[in-house]
């Protein structure tokens, strides 16, 4: 399988296990215990890694969060903590939820060992949460632990990709939302307003920057052999068939 196809093949099982322990119910409650909603722990938490930075940079880090929804995050987080310790925190939750889920799966050791190697050679250029979380330092580096971080990392990756493809492909961000597979619903549950602009006519381009993601995330699966990339993808699929995550929480999936 080439590269591309393995960063297609793949990406339904990372979407879904790199979030899982973003809406875990002990994720959740750890965040109302800082006293932070779901929403502000994810909005802010993820922009956090990128260090004590404006809203509007974080706005423009992440992308396709309405500016004036992060600015509204990193208004209710403030009071509570600075924004790089709610990252730090993130972090923590992240192992801890693979040490929760994911200890004692087969095949653990070995996902770990090639996911980094995927994730060292990936080219940040141009995602600047990708590189920020892929510096964030790991509490604890246990395999299951280790493996909750590199699903994460896989995420932040992959969205970075489609950020990067998406405004290539000429996609206001609210159209990048509209054309995606939640519409409406996505676009609401990031800050945006009806009414939204019809978005029929961007299917091509759309599928066009879904492509585009796939050769991004592509050039760090090169650095695995085919053998390596095949078995890389049963081990994700195996983990996606293992693991059943919360339903999707539009307001924290990341």
Not at 58 to 69: C, F, K, N, Q
Not at 150 to 174: D, F, H, K, N
Not at 221 to 228: F, I, Q, R, S
């Amino acid at each position: 399988m080439t590269p591309e196809q393995t960063a297609a093949a793949s990406r339904p099982s990372i979407e879904a296990l790199g979030s899982a322990w973003t809406r875990c119910p002990r994720t959740l409650r750890h965040a109302r215990e800082l006293g932070l909603s779901a929403w502000v722990f994810t909005v802010a938490g993820r922009a956090g890694a990128l260090g004590d930075v404006e809203p509007h940079v974080a706005a423009a880090a992440m992308g396709l969060i309405h500016p004036d929804a992060v600015r509204e995050a990193y208004e209710s987080a403030q009071p509570v903590m600075a924004v790089p310790a709610i990252a730090a925190e993130r972090m923590a939750q992240c192992c801890r939820w693979g040490r929760d889920e994911l200890t004692g799966l087969p095949g653990l050791p070995r996902f770990v060992v090639l996911t980094r190697r995927v994730l060292r050679a990936a080219d940040a250029t141009a995602m600047p949460l990708y590189a920020a979380w892929r510096r964030m330092p790991v509490p604890d580096e246990a395999p299951a632990e280790l493996a909750g971080v590199c699903l994460y990392l896989l995420t932040e990756l992959r969205a970075g990709a489609a950020l990067v493809a998406q405004t290539a492909a000429g996609l206001s961000p609210v159209q990048a939302l509209l054309s995606g597979p939640e519409g409406e619903a996505g676009a609401v549950a990031y800050g945006w307003q009806p009414p939204f602009p019809a978005v029929g006519h961007l299917a091509r381009r759309r599928g066009w920057a879904d492509s585009v993601a796939d050769r991004i995330v592509a050039g760090a699966l090169a650095a695995l052999t085919g053998l390596e990339r095949d078995e890389w993808l049963e081990l994700v699929t195996g983990l996606a068939e293992v693991i059943h995550p919360a339903p999707v929480s539009l307001s924290a999936r990341f």
